[in-house]
């Protein structure tokens, strides 16, 4: 079973530029898929970035610009950078594995399990 450990969250002023960091491992984890997905109470969980193996990424136009994943595969260790973030930012953030062979692009339409306890961002305006 994938085990994630999810860090790096807060309450944090809008326009603030958290990182938020995921560190990976166990059965079913290579490194070859991943994303960032959030979720807040009573909303839908919506991958909001992707990585797939030849480091491509993809975002959904609501953090596009604003929101930059990267991978340190040598430390198993996941990273999101937020930028410009806005009220409608809070959710608490998951990262998750996707299929292996799948593009960034089409792993944003990727139903995200949430293997961890995430990192909850709350944005005050």
């Known amino acids: 079973q994938v085990q994630v450990a999810e860090s790096g969250g807060g309450t944090v002023s809008a326009g603030g530029s958290p990182r938020l960091s995921c560190v990976a491992s166990?059965?079913?984890?290579?490194?070859?898929?991943m994303g960032w997905v959030r979720q807040d109470p009573g909303q839908e969980r919506e991958a909001i970035a992707t990585i797939d193996s030849d480091s491509h990424t993809g975002y959904p136009e609501s953090v596009k610009g604003r929101f930059t994943i990267s991978q340190d595969k040598a430390r198993n260790t996941l990273f999101l950078q937020m930028n410009g973030l806005k009220p409608e930012d809070t959710a608490t953030y998951y990262c998750?594995?996707?299929?292996?062979?799948?593009?960034?692009?089409?792993?944003?339409?990727?139903?995200?399990?949430?293997w961890g306890p995430g990192t909850k961002v709350t944005v005050s305006s």
């Open positions: 998750s594995p996707c299929p292996p062979r799948w593009t960034a692009i089409q792993a944003l339409l990727f139903e995200f399990k949430a």
């Open positions: 166990g059965y079913g984890y290579d490194g070859a898929c």
